[in-house]
């Protein structure tokens, strides 16, 4: 799978959030309900620091972007 394109405006962010709705079957997704989605979402931003650092990516995540976003939603469906 290739990955994703980087997310840096509003469209891009609507975009992403389409790909993810087509390329992932919900049944495939950790987090199926709503609420287990928005607490592992939560879970993931408390934690992103932590990611960010890992893939060495100088991302300020106290300044929200579009690509923070896309990268919490995406991590959502899986993160526990």
């Known amino acids: 799978m290739e990955p994703d394109p980087p997310v ?3 469209d891009d962010l609507i975009s992403h959030i389409f790909r993810l709705l087509d390329d992932n079957d919900a049944r495939e997704w950790e987090n199926e309900s709503a ?9 993931w931003l408390n934690d ?3 990611y960010y650092r ?9 300044t929200p972007t579009w690509q923070i976003i ?4 995406t991590a959502a469906t899986e993160y526990e």
């Open 48 to 50: 992103c620091s932590g």
């Open 70 to 73: 896309a990268d919490a939603l």
């Open 35 to 43: 609420y287990s989605f928005l607490q592992a979402m939560a879970a």
């Open 8 to 10: 840096n405006t509003r």
């Open 54 to 62: 890992n893939i060495k990516s100088p991302v300020d995540i106290e």
